[in-house]
T-cell receptor, first 113, second 113 residues
């Protein structure tokens, strides 16, 4: 099973709303990632969690707040977003051993209005 | 210099031909290399990964790695229209305990009937 599950699949939110994106994997992976992808651009790394601790933050604005409640779950809390934050948000996971492959969820298509 | 570079294409090949996709990377400490296929509006799907110099074959796909020249390539034999997609090269370096997965801009492949 190489499944990473993301919910919701689509989300429309206003600039004053607070919402959360969720990601779940049951492969025993200890590294989990959030990526942002705009149309016709590659995925852009936002955060990496390793063993439930934040190991990489690619200078992401504080209106994006990640959380890793346990080894299977990864959340991304959203608050006071801007229309330019509209994008496909991708979660991925991999074994915590450096060289192993990462598997992606199907993504959440976010629209900020 | 970008960390991972690819020709954006589009690369057009006739059905049944070999498609050759190339990628160069800047970090000599990079440890592992991945090719993802992404259809429009979908999430990236892992096609191949390679860690050692040389060739690695999986069905119609062959990944080639040359660490001295810092390039990795993907060959697709007997190309099919269903192979038409954007192919993303991704590289894992040593940052963040080996968990930073960085993508190139992707090469759009079009397989024509």
């Amino acid at each position: 099973d190489t499944e990473v599950t993301q919910t919701p699949k689509h989300l429309v939110m206003g600039m004053t709303n607070k919402k959360s994106l969720k990601c779940e994997q049951h492969m025993g992976h200890r590294a989990m990632y959030w990526y942002k992808q705009k149309a016709k651009k590659p995925p852009e790394l936002m955060f990496v969690y390793s063993y439930e601790k934040l190991s990489i933050n690619e200078s992401v604005p504080s209106r994006f707040s990640p959380e890793c409640p346990n080894s299977s779950l990864l959340n991304l809390h959203l608050h006071a977003l801007q229309p330019e934050d509209s994008a496909l948000y991708l979660c991925a996971s991999s074994q915590e051993e450096g060289g192993t492959e990462a598997f992606f969820g199907q993504g959440t298509r976010l629209t900020v209005v | 210099q970008k960390e991972v570079e690819q020709n954006s294409g589009p690369l057009s090949v006739p059905e049944g031909a070999i498609a050759s996709l190339n990628c160069t990377y800047s970090d000599r400490g990079s440890q592992s290399f991945f090719w993802y296929r992404q259809y429009s509006g979908k999430s990236p799907e892992l096609i191949m990964f390679i860690y050692s110099n040389g060739d690695k074959e999986d069905g119609r796909f062959t990944a080639q790695l040359n660490k001295a020249s810092q390039y990795v390539s993907l060959l697709i034999r007997d190309s099919q229209p269903s192979d038409s997609a954007t192919y993303l090269c991704a590289v894992k370096g040593l940052t963040g305990g080996g968990n930073k997965l960085t993508f190139g801009t992707g090469t759009q492949l079009k397989v024509e009937l």
